[in-house]
């Protein structure tokens, strides 16, 4: 057994683990990173992110070549093979890998593929594949582990049948029904992209609407083109028991009396911090209540030297916070002096449709300033919306009493994750409502339903004024 010394050790090479390598190995230090994996880049690359975001693109083709049938008559194969819709998609993940892998070479970071287990608070054990171990000693830590999915006790997931989200892409073929348990990202996201396939899909969730973090005018949009292209919604539903029936489907049983049939089932309850085999009691570390890891600002944990970010501290669980809150991490190890981390962070949910916010939505800006006004822009009133076909499109602003100060910004339809930085940007600017009439657009865009959303909220500014 060897025992090397670094200055910094990080476990788990996902957005947050590469950052926090790349920014400490920027700093000077001698960085180890981990991944017990053999390609790097985590669950995001490999599981989520890259793989779903591939499917949502062939899905999204498939569903406009169903809309324009008058052009081409289109059909999807009986028993289509999954791995058909999810094309390209080694070759992304390879060419990504080598990505990853160069630029941690060219910053000088030793990669080590093995599993870690903490020995103490300045000792890691690690063990390669072949058995080797190796025990790590470093003055600084970081875990950015990523999570792994919550398996509720009532939901027997086999990864056959019953599937959780890091497994469902593993089918074979494409089913022809489809049970979702859960409403939040993932499910919403793969419930929509599944029914935009053909495949008969229905949400199950003890909530009265999905996505409950989000606007109200979005949510109901999107269960609005949920069901328009076939899928059910079934809110307030409490799942009671699931099981295989052993010959041609997986049966839900609901308290309310009602039991749904599918050929397969989804099971998105949630992600729990993956340190299973990390031991982190043994560094003075413990998961709390919602099982994640508890930070602070800085985001080092109740061991002063251990750092954690990503997906194992919880919430907001997106790839773009996770890639800042590495690199913070590593800064805030060393004294780095760092503004405070950007609170306006854009929320993207690639769902069919997408939907994305940055701000305030109406409902906390009404609980936190009372008297707001709203300006709305649907995109079917955009020439570009109605060029391209998109339904159930909206931009909505959120202002202050006066109409005059951006609070929020939130978008449903294709597009809305990248048209939403507009947004963002005047936030960050605190720019009044009226840049958006002040400026110039691009025609036909989409871009133009933010000049339209703010002309509403101009309207009705000057009406409220003109009472007084």
């Known amino acids: 057994m060897n025992n090397k010394k670094f200055d910094v050790v990080i476990v788990g090479s996902g957005p947050a683990g590469q950052k926090a390598a790349i920014q400490a190995s920027k700093l000077g230090k001698k960085v180890a990173l981990i991944e017990k994996s053999r390609e790097t880049g985590g669950s995001c690359v490999h599981r989520g992110t890259i793989p779903s975001k591939t499917l949502r693109e062939n899905a999204l083709r498939i569903k406009n070549m169903r809309m324009n049938a008058e052009i081409a008559n289109f059909q999807l194969n009986e028993d289509l093979e999954l791995s058909t819709l999810i094309n390209r998609l080694e070759d992304v993940l390879a060419a990504h890998d080598r990505y990853?892998?160069?630029q941690l070479t060219r910053n000088?970071?030793?990669?080590?593929?093995?599993?870690a287990k903490f020995l103490n608070a300045n000792e890691i054990e690690v063990t390669s594949v072949r058995g080797e171990k190796n025990v790590l000693y470093s003055e600084k830590f970081i875990i950015a582990t990523g999570s792994y999915p919550r398996h509720p006790a009532n939901i027997p997931i086999d990864h056959e049948n019953i599937f959780d989200s890091d497994s469902i892409l593993s089918m074979l073929y494409?089913?022809?029904?489809?049970?979702?348990?859960g409403s939040?990202?993932?499910?919403?996201?793969?419930?929509?992209?599944?029914?935009?396939?053909?495949?008969?899909?229905?949400?199950?969730?003890?909530?009265?609407?999905?996505?409950?973090?989000?606007?109200?005018?979005l949510t109901d949009k999107f269960v609005h083109a949920f069901e328009s292209m076939g899928g059910t919604w079934m809110g307030n539903t409490v799942v009671k028991t699931v099981r295989w029936n052993g010959f041609d489907g997986v049966e839900t049983a609901c308290e309310d009396g009602s039991i749904v049939k599918s050929d397969k089932l989804l099971c998105a309850a949630g992600r729990l911090a993956n340190v299973n085999d990390l031991h982190i009691e043994n560094a003075g570390?413990?998961?709390?209540?919602?099982?994640?890891?508890?930070?602070?600002?800085?985001?080092?944990?109740?061991?002063?030297?251990?750092?954690?970010?990503?997906?194992?501290?919880?919430p907001p669980s997106l790839a773009s916070a996770s890639m800042e809150q590495g690199r913070r991490a590593s800064c805030n190890a060393y004294d780095i002096e760092l503004g405070a981390m950007q609170k306006l962070l854009p929320a993207g949910i690639y769902s069919i449709p997408e939907l994305s916010s940055v701000g305030m939505s109406e409902r906390e800006a009404r609980e936190k300033l009372g008297n707001v006004i709203v300006g709305r822009a649907k995109f079917e009133e955009i020439a570009r919306g109605q060029i391209s076909g998109i339904q159930d499109g909206m931009l909505k602003i959120v202002c202050d009493a006066e109409g005059m100060k951006v609070l929020g910004v939130m978008i449903v339809g294709e597009g809305a994750t990248e048209l939403i930085h507009?947004?963002?940007?005047?936030?960050?600017?605190e720019a009044s409502v009226d840049i958006f009439v002040e400026s110039i657009f691009n025609f036909p865009t989409l871009a133009e339903a933010y000049r339209v959303a703010a002309l509403d909220i101009i309207e009705q500014r000057s009406k409220a004024r003109d009472s007084f």
Request: proline residues 3%; hydrophobic residues 45%; charged residues 20%.
């Open 108 to 115: 000088g970071i030793e990669l080590i593929h093995a599993r």
């Open 184 to 217: 939040g990202v993932i499910a919403s996201e793969y419930a929509s992209i599944f029914q935009a396939l053909g495949v008969k899909v229905t949400i199950v969730d003890k909530y009265p609407g999905p996505l409950g973090f989000l606007d109200k005018d």
């Open 174 to 181: 494409l089913p022809k029904s489809l049970t979702v348990l």
């Open 422 to 429: 507009i947004g963002q940007m005047a936030l960050l600017s």
């Open 100 to 102: 990853q892998s160069d």
């Open 285 to 314: 570390l413990s998961l709390n209540e919602r099982g994640l890891i508890s930070v602070d600002d800085d985001l080092r944990t109740s061991v002063t030297h251990i750092y954690a970010a990503g997906d194992v501290i919880g």
